[in-house]
């Protein structure tokens, strides 16, 4: 009696967002997949933690997400927490200048191409300001050269000033996560396009009404089994056994090693500079990325002082520095908000009382009634590696997803630093796993 050839195993190498949405993707494809998470939780950067000083669940960094963010939502939904959203039907955020002065960008619930003018139009600024903007925003649509940076691509639009003040910068510090100088503008350019050429809600956030550690962390163990796949934390990677051409172990810290046969298949989902360090002669291209920090002030401030307005969950600091954003958690208590800084390298070897202070200070500027001694507690989070800098020429750097170039037969790769056509954002990381999957 003949008997069935057992099903092809996957090791699925991180638990980030690619590393969950590759491990789906497997185990639906027949796979016997496990993943293996260094953390003892899953969500890779998109993780909270428990602030000893006040009890409450804390962002390591706020992320938003966009209606256009398909192939997250499809994550979403395999955990089943795509209802842990506020979504708006249109594009809506707040600017705030360092004078206190306050205007708002919000859409109408019309296809983006049509309502930008009118939300342009509806700003506080000079009429040739506005013109200047909309001329920009109209070309978006051209692309830009390879090698300019979307300072490069301003400069030639003409949005010096204002234009670039209140509508350029602010979105590329967020979608970016660098100054405009730093990136590429094709890369920025590609995401912009996806954003604003459909519908309202594809340009609209989506902001969690929960920390992400509820999001992606917390439901992770019971839909991975769900799914049929086994998920193993506290399994650090530090070594990739090779022979003949492909991987047949794979090492953790503990001295473990995992048998890999010759038809199995291992997925690495790790930052690049986690992947560099087990396979160094194979990262000359992606070794060479750079990274950007995210830099947060958890601000909760005492109920008898002075509250900050209300201007909805996104304020963009106009030429703010060091920080660029204030986030709230739609619906929450007013009086609990972060100050957000993306690609800011000013922090760097700075104290957590001077980035505090720093924080402070800015919030004064911003907010005039609002004392920088103002009595509240502040948590700071910093993570260094935040993501990768998409910057002009990086994309020749940048894997596809799928088989490692020139590397074992059975090592694929994913992640949001793979070459997506798309910045470090989820969306990205999601994608990647999406891609790596059709390769397979």
């Not at 939780?41 to 909270?48: D, L, T």
């Not at 039907?89 to 009118?118: C, E, I, N």
């Not at 996104?314 to 660029?324: E, I, K, T, W």
């Amino acid at each position: 009696m003949s008997t069935a050839a057992a099903p092809r195993r996957a090791f699925v190498l991180g638990g980030g967002v690619a590393g969950l949405a590759a491990a789906f993707g497997l185990a639906e494809r027949g796979f016997r997949t496990d993943l293996l998470e260094s953390r003892r939780w899953c969500g890779g950067r998109a993780f909270s933690f428990d602030d000893k000083l006040t009890g409450e669940r804390l962002d390591n960094g706020p992320h938003a997400m966009l209606g256009c963010y398909h192939a997250t939502r499809a994550l979403l939904r395999r955990l089943g927490t795509e209802g842990l959203f506020a979504h708006d039907r249109a594009l809506r955020m707040a600017y705030r200048t360092d004078d206190g002065r306050v205007d708002q960008l919000a859409l109408r619930s019309w296809p983006v191409p049509l309502a930008m003018p009118f939300g342009l139009f509806g700003l506080q600024l000079p009429f040739g300001t506005k013109l200047r903007a909309l001329w920009g925003m109209s070309t978006v649509a051209w692309g830009a050269r390879a090698a300019w940076t979307l300072q490069d691509w301003l400069r030639a639009r003409r949005q010096h000033g204002a234009p670039d003040a209140f509508l350029w910068r602010p979105l590329c510090r967020a979608i970016m996560n660098v100054e405009p100088d730093e990136c590429a503008a094709r890369d920025f350019l590609a995401t912009l396009r996806e954003a604003f050429f459909g519908r309202a809600g594809t340009a609209a956030f989506m902001l969690p009404l929960r920390p992400w550690g509820e999001i992606f962390g917390d439901p992770a163990p019971a839909a991975l089994a769900k799914a049929g796949a086994n998920l193993r934390t506290g399994a650090r990677v530090v070594g990739l056994e090779r022979r003949d051409g492909v991987v047949v172990a794979i090492v953790l810290n503990d001295g473990e090693r995992i048998e890999v046969g010759p038809q199995d298949l291992v997925v690495s989902a790790m930052p690049w500079f986690a992947l560099k360090s087990l396979v160094p002669d194979l990262a000359a291209g992606f070794g060479a990325l750079r990274s950007a920090p995210i830099v947060t002030a958890h601000f909760r401030i005492a109920e008898a002082a002075p509250a900050l307005p209300s201007e909805g969950p996104v304020v963009a600091l106009v030429d703010g520095d060091p920080f660029h954003f204030v986030l709230r958690t739609p619906g929450a208590d007013a009086r609990a908000f972060a100050l957000l800084s993306g690609g800011n390298r000013i922090f760097d070897g700075m104290s957590v009382a001077e980035i505090e202070q720093a924080a402070r200070a800015q919030l004064a500027r911003h907010y005039p009634g609002v004392p920088a001694d103002v009595a509240a507690t502040v948590r700071i989070s910093k993570e260094s590696l935040a993501t990768f800098v998409a910057a002009p020429g990086n994309r020749a750097l940048r894997p596809v997803p799928g088989r490692l170039p020139n590397g074992p037969s059975n090592l694929f790769v994913c992640g949001d630093w793979t070459d997506t056509r798309l910045p470090a954002t989820l969306e990205g990381a999601a994608r990647s796993a999406q891609a790596m999957l059709q390769r397979v």
